[in-house]
């Protein structure tokens, strides 16, 4: 009984038309094939003869005509393999450019010329492409340190920024780089900012209380400073209860100018933020606007004392409508997008843990956070660029530059 080949009919089949269709001898490809070159010759004459005796009895131009069909089969199997593989290289858009990389991978095996046609795709095409790989790889090259530099500038932001802060970054650090581009690779490279889930609802009216002007209609433009505030009141999850941030903002340079936490509602909590940005602002704060919502708070007659006592004036937008506030709620939003679920946290775990990283964010948020309305400078370093009139306290805008560091 004779012993079973190893090599299977699949296997005979292609190693009889890679000799055929290579025009090489039997001893070459046995050799790259790792086999006996005798075994290969007789896999060629046996497939011969098949053919021969396929083709007896049949005239001239039959035979003839039966061959050109093979010859086209052989072909057809080919283009066939050609797609199959082809395929793993146009799981995203099926582009151009993922033809012309297939054709550049394969085309010793199948040819540059039968992969053009079958993939559809000029040679004059495919041979400009090629001739630009040098340039193509130098810019992989550099796009591998800009992301370098990404993944450094987003790692400092605790995870949280996006690409047009990140350019800033970049353009900061020497780099010429468009937003574009940066979000290009920031895309590619699965790094991406943060977005904050709707949370816990901290403004409850007071329906009796007298009725506060809104004396800003929604304009939160930045500019001029220590003329327009703005607050409000936040939860933070500690442990297995809460605390609560109230904010005082200025409009001018997006800088938070007081703050106050405590484990309560009451309008002490609001009080305390507000007194402490008058004393951060040197106690000139006169005919300041302080705007805020119409929670109980804001709206009862000690928090208006206060601001009387200040002569600050007092606004407020209307109940339910968060865009009459929209820069104190944003603010919030940040914080929380950024210090809290930027590091994988759901609440902090202690009233002390919370009040030191609240007190470094918001020193980081005053002096290295980038702000789109003033002209990607942190609320600092603009303020630094204004000229201050020290008998009002307030300041002009003069222009801007870039923010040294990132």
Same mark, same amino acid.
């Given at each position: ?7 299977? @009919?699949?296997? $005979? ?34 497939? =011969?003869?098949?053919?021969? @005796? ?9 035979? =003839? ?5 093979? $010859? ?35 085309? !010793? ?33 550099? @796009? ?45 490279? #699965? ?60 409009? #001018? ?18 009080? @305390? ?9 040197? #106690? ?57 679920? #930027? ?42 660029? !204004? ?20």
């Amino acid at each position: 009984m004779a012993r079973p080949s190893k090599y299977g @009919d699949e296997f $005979k089949k292609d190693a009889v038309r890679l000799v055929r269709e290579s025009h090489r001898t039997c001893a070459d490809v046995a050799r790259e094939l790792g086999m006996n070159r005798e075994t290969l010759r007789v896999w060629v004459r046996e497939a =011969e003869q098949a053919e021969s @005796d396929t083709g007896a009895g049949l005239a001239r131009s039959e035979r =003839e005509e039966l061959a050109r069909l093979r $010859k086209r089969v052989a072909e057809l199997e080919i283009e066939k393999e050609i797609l199959r593989k082809a395929a793993a290289y146009f799981e995203g858009d099926g582009s151009l450019i993922g033809r012309l990389q297939f054709i550049s991978a394969h085309r !010793l095996v199948y040819g540059v010329k039968r992969l053009c046609r079958v993939l559809n795709v000029h040679r004059s095409a495919f041979y400009a492409w090629l001739g630009r790989e040098p340039a193509r790889a130098a810019r992989a090259v550099e @796009d591998e340190r800009v992301v370098e530099k990404i993944r450094r500038f987003h790692a400092a932001s605790g995870g949280t920024n996006g690409s047009p802060r990140i350019t800033a970054d970049l353009r900061d650090d020497g780099e010429r780089v468009n937003a574009k581009r940066v979000a290009r690779l920031m895309r590619v490279n #699965g790094i991406v900012g943060l977005h904050l889930r709707k949370g816990r609802r901290t403004t409850i009216p007071d329906e009796l209380a007298p009725p506060v002007p809104d004396l800003l209609k929604r304009d939160f433009a930045a500019g001029e400073v220590n003329r327009r505030w703005c607050g409000d009141i936040t939860y933070l999850p500690v442990g297995d209860s809460w605390l609560y941030l109230a904010t005082v903002i200025d409009i #001018g340079s997006r800088r938070l100018v007081g703050w106050s936490i405590a484990d309560h509602l009451r309008t002490e909590l609001i009080s @305390d933020a507000l007194t402490a940005a008058v004393g951060a602002r040197g #106690g000139r704060v006169d005919r300041v606007i302080f705007h805020g919502d119409r929670g109980c708070q804001y709206t009862s007659a000690e928090f208006a004392r206060l601001c009387d006592g200040y002569r600050i004036r007092r606004s407020a937008g209307r109940t339910g409508t968060c865009l009459d506030n929209a820069l104190a709620e944003a603010f919030n939003a940040t914080l929380k997008r950024e210090l809290l679920h #930027g590091r994988g946290k759901r609440r902090w775990s202690s009233e002390a843990e919370a009040r030191t990283e609240i007190f470094r964010w918001i020193a980081w948020y005053n002096h290295r956070r980038r702000h789109s309305a003033t002209g990607n400078l942190p609320p600092a370093v603009y303020e630094d660029q !204004l000229p201050i009139d020290l008998a009002s306290g307030s300041c002009e805008p003069v222009g801007l530059h870039s923010c040294p560091g990132g």
